[in-house]
């Protein structure tokens, strides 16, 4: 399946209601978004904890209240940011009723009241929650809910490669002048109970792990019906296997043209492609 990462390429920027509903209407079978909360306890729609990004602000969108936060329109639009709420009653009355909903949870702290929506919408079934934080998928497991789980992390083959990735990702931080703040943890996610919740709003997590996701966090994985994500490079055949023989599925992101999708779908057949380019996700 291909999937609309980020729900890009459909309106002038990502994540927009407009978007969506053109998405829908071109019967696409899956859609990725990324969830922040506001001060208030909204939950949003939007990749990064700040607005730079498709905003004309650069708050943390955890600072904010949701009454003002929907008065900052987008950059070169004049619609307000997208909630959960929202889209999940669009998904829900929309005639494509083929479309899977991939849920980015990049904080902790409100994974309930995203099952309440999630069963309010009718979109327990149509939903995998995707996760940097192996924590947030522990909450989300141990609801006991029917949700495929998906841990996103970048994979590694040692402890030299993991310092030189951490480097590199603050290197783009520093260059793109983005006020993002990552925190990247290192083979931490087998030891950690369900319940601390220690993850400050406003800051981006991310995870890196040495060959193969293992232990606690694989057999959970696995319950859910669930699946691994990593970047295609690092993803190949011995992966897939892998995983495949623990009853979890593969998928890959940032595969943007015809040409590497055709190439990589033949040598390496990952379950899910996540892909940023609009034209791609009806491509069969």
Known sequence: MIISHRLRGFDIHDATLSGLQKALNLGILGIETDTRQTQDGVIVLNHDAHLQEHFNSRELIANIHYDRLKTIPHKYKTSSILTLSRLLL?????????????LDVKESGYESEIVTLLDKHCMLNRTVIVSWLPEVLQKFHYFGTPLPLCFSHYKVTGAISARFLSGIVLVKEILSGKPKITNIAYEKYNDIPHYINNF?????????????????????????????????????????????????????????????????????????????????????
């Open 90 to 102: 669009e998904m829900e009355e929309s005639p494509n009723k083929a479309c899977t909903l991939f």
């Open 200 to 284: 400050s709003p406003g800051m981006d997590y991310e995870h890196i792990v040495k060959n193969y996701v293992a232990g606690k966090l694989l057999d959970m994985l696995a319950e859910s019906g669930g699946m691994v994500c990593s970047h295609f490079n690092s993803i190949n055949n011995a992966d897939v296997a892998y995983y495949g023989s623990h009853g979890i599925k593969t998928m890959v992101y940032s595969i943007d043209n015809i040409v590497l999708l055709q190439n990589y779908t033949e040598t390496v057949r990952p379950d899910f492609i996540l892909t940023n380019n609009a034209d791609l996700c009806s491509y069969s």
